[in-house]
Each structure stands twice: as structure tokens, then as C-alpha cells.
């Protein structure tokens, strides 16, 4: 039976990069060693439409992509204007966000519901920060990447960063609900469960 008081539950999507470069097998260990686990797991080639219904809509979420960039360019001196024609985050935003649909389309995914005791912050933290080129040693992204929006942008690409985590429960809730039917989510017990918490 789910522990609802204990647990909570998050989304995670390995990206077609993490697929492709064969660490399904690394960032699951990194998940599962930490003492998370697994309640559900599948590989799929999404649509663009799915992608799309991941990812939120709402404008102070395509700002805060473009932000990233821009971000990135005030560090390292560059000029939005020159180098993509704006400097409106939001319009950032929004060619970043179609760039996504095509990332996240170019190969397959394997998407899974990760279950344990602050399981979305956790797992952020085993991930670490969207950008890789800032992402900390130890972590997901800093011990495997190395890309920045400064490079994927003149690209016209979105960031390879590996892997995807729920941010908040919303998030949470909302992936899940898109990705998972209640049957495809499993209910076990790990037999540490009664000496680590
Ligand atoms: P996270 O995946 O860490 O939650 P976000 O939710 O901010 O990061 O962004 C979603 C994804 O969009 C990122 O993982 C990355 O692949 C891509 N992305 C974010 N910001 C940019 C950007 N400025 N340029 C290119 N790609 C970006
Ligand atoms: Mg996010």
C-alpha cells in the first residue's frame, strides 16, 4: 500500500543523450543507491505533442529559459542581440522551448516514477544545475556533461543535460498523471526501508 506520509514521488526522464551515450544503467544505480526507488519504468520514442504537454505553457516559465541564456551570455561577455537578434527572455524562451521538442524527440526516453522521503528535491540534488557547464562535481549532469546555453543557442539547440527531474510537486503531479497510468506504478516494499528510515 503507498505510504503517502513518508513518501512522495517524482518524474524522472533519462533524454535521448543519456540514452544514447548508455548510462540508463548509471543514473539508475545513482538514484537507487542513495535509497530512492523505482515504483515505475518504461522506455518510449515520444511525439512532439507529448513533449509539449510536458513541459509548462506558462510565460514566467518560457522567461525563465530564456533567462538562462541570458544568464550565460552577461558571464561570459557575449551579446543576445548580436547573437540571436533579442534580448526579450520570453522570445528566448520560446524558440529554447521549441528546440526542447525536437531534443526530446531525436531519440528514445526512459521515463520512470522515483518514490522515497523528499524525492523531488532529493533527486534534483543527485542531478544537479540545468546548465552542466555549472553543474557541481558528483552529481549527474557535472560528472557526465559539459554544455552551456552559450554554445546550444548559437546551435540553435536546446542544452544536452542527460536527464529530467520534477522541480516542484505540481511539476510532479502533472508528469506523472501525463506519462503513467495508475496500473504502470508498482507498490513494494525495499527490504532497507526498516533500517534507513
Ligand atoms: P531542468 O531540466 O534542470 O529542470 P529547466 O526546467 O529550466 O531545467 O529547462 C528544461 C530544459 O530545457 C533543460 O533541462 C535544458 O535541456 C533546456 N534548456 C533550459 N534552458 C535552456 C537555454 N537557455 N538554452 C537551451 N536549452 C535550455
Ligand atoms: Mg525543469
Redesign the pocket.
Known amino acids: 500500500m503507498e505510504n503517502t506520509e513518508k513518501f512522495e514521488r517524482t518524474c524522472v526522464i533519462i533524454k535521448p543523450d543519456g540514452v544514447m551515450r548508455g548510462l540508463i544503467g548509471e543514473i539508475i544505480k545513482r538514484i537507487e543507491q542513495r535509497g530512492l526507488k523505482i515504483v515505475a519504468l518504461s522506455m518510449i520514442w515520444a511525439k512532439k505533442e507529448q513533449i509539449d504537454s510536458h513541459?509548462p505553457k506558462d510565460s514566467e516559465w518560457i522567461k525563465?529559459?530564456?533567462e538562462?541564456?541570458l544568464g550565460t551570455y552577461r558571464k561570459y561577455g557575449l551579446d543576445p542581440i548580436k547573437e540571436l537578434g533579442t534580448d526579450d527572455p520570453y522570445k528566448?524562451g520560446l524558440e529554447?522551448r521549441s528546440?526542447?521538442l525536437e531534443?526530446m524527440t531525436s531519440g528514445p526516453l526512459v521515463k520512470m516514477v522515483v518514490e522515497g522521503i523528499h524525492a523531488i528535491d532529493m533527486v534534483r540534488k543527485i542531478?544537479g544545475?540545468?546548465i552542466p557547464a555549472n553543474a557541481e562535481m558528483g552529481t549527474i549532469r557535472g560528472d557526465f556533461s559539459v554544455d552551456s546555453?552559450d554554445i546550444?543557442?548559437r546551435e540553435k539547440?536546446?542544452?544536452?543535460?542527460l536527464i529530467?527531474?520534477s522541480?516542484t510537486p505540481q511539476e510532479a503531479r502533472h508528469e506523472i498523471e501525463l506519462w503513467f497510468s495508475p496500473e504502470e506504478i508498482f507498490y513494494y516494499k525495499r527490504t532497507e526501508e526498516n533500517l534507513m528510515f
Request: glycine share 4%; proline share 4%.
Open positions: 513541459y525563465r529559459l530564456g538562462k541564456t528566448i529554447v528546440w526542447l531534443y542531478v544545475s540545468s546555453p546550444a543557442n539547440r536546446a542544452i544536452h543535460n529530467h527531474a522541480e
